[in-house]
């Protein structure tokens, strides 16, 4: 019997000998009719105790923590007897790039300012905006909000519903500077055109994203509009009709996209309604410029 099993109930099981005594008894009286024996009460046997598991786990707990412990002493001894491993030299001459310096002459050609985007950029922004469409008149209703073409960071945030928080998120974002300008087309059309420019092109994008992001409600435009040809991210929306007794419908269209470190937001206003065509051909060209 294992050393851990017991017997639940009733007695201990009899020893060998008593069993094949038994047996043997049995046998010899088989045929005979022998008088009653009158066997001595005999006490119950105590319960085996079962040993608590507990027991053998601490046991064995306490041999491999000794064990570890043996193991690290022994060696940190080996360790320290040990001569130091010097480190690698933090400038390693053969992790230069390239191996060998170009021979004279043979440097390449630095890129053109037309296929430099950072060049164009970091010229005279006002340039970069795309040329007034046909049929299209300069409006001077923009004159009072800038200067020769450019908007100071107050005149631009005028053009959201929380003025102060775009003030102060724009300056947080590291806006540069802005360059607009606005046309207008027979009566009531209108167009803007904003060139937003931050130190970092990843400012750009990300306050791309942002107006983008609300686009889809009900209180912009109530779609996810149209992905922009040439722009990875860029999209323009056709919003729906508002109306309101005793005035005109209001209609209106926007175009948004960033390319490098400058976020292009471009708007048009009507009381007639507004083509794609006419929101995607002016964000087209606009990109192109860029």
Do not use: C
Not at 178 to 185: E, I, M, P, R
Not at 193 to 198: E, I, K, T
């Amino acid at each position: 019997m294992h050393p851990k099993d017991s017997i639940s109930d009733g007695q201990p099981e009899p020893p060998g000998d008593a069993a094949e005594a038994a047996g043997a008894g049995e046998v010899a009286g088989a045929g005979e009719h022998p008088e009653p024996v009158v066997e001595p009460a005999v006490e119950p046997a105590a319960a085996v105790k079962r040993r608590p598991r507990g027991r053998t786990t601490l046991i064995i707990a306490a041999a491999a923590l000794l064990g570890i412990a043996g193991g690290v002493a022994t060696g940190y001894a080996v360790q320290a007897d040990r001569a130091p491993t010097p480190l690698a030299a933090l400038s390693q001459p053969g992790l230069a790039y390239p191996a060998k310096a170009l021979p004279a002459g043979k440097e390449p050609d630095p890129l053109p300012a037309s296929q430099d985007r950072r060049v164009r950029t970091d010229g005279d922004l006002r340039k970069l905006i795309v040329p007034r469409p046909k049929g299209w008149q300069e409006d001077k209703s923009l004159t009072a909000l800038t200067q020769d073409g450019w908007l100071g960071v107050e005149s631009y945030a005028m053009n959201f519903e929380n003025e102060e928080y775009m003030f102060s998120d724009l300056l947080d974002q590291g806006l540069r500077r802005v360059a607009g300008t606005t046309w207008k087309k027979g009566e009531y059309r209108a167009a803007d055109v904003y060139l937003v420019q931050f130190n970092s092109g990843a400012a750009a994008a990300a306050h791309a994203e942002d107006q983008r992001s609300y686009m889809p409600e009900k209180r912009a435009a109530g779609n996810e509009g149209t992905a922009i040809k040439g722009s990875a991210e860029g999209r323009y929306y056709v919003f729906p009709a508002e109306r309101k007794a005793g005035y005109l419908p209001f209609y209106q269209a926007r175009a948004i996209f960033s390319r490098g470190d400058v976020m292009v937001d471009i708007h048009i206003f009507d009381s007639a309604p507004i083509s794609k065509k006419d929101i995607r051909t002016l964000a087209e060209r606009q990109l192109e410029r860029l």
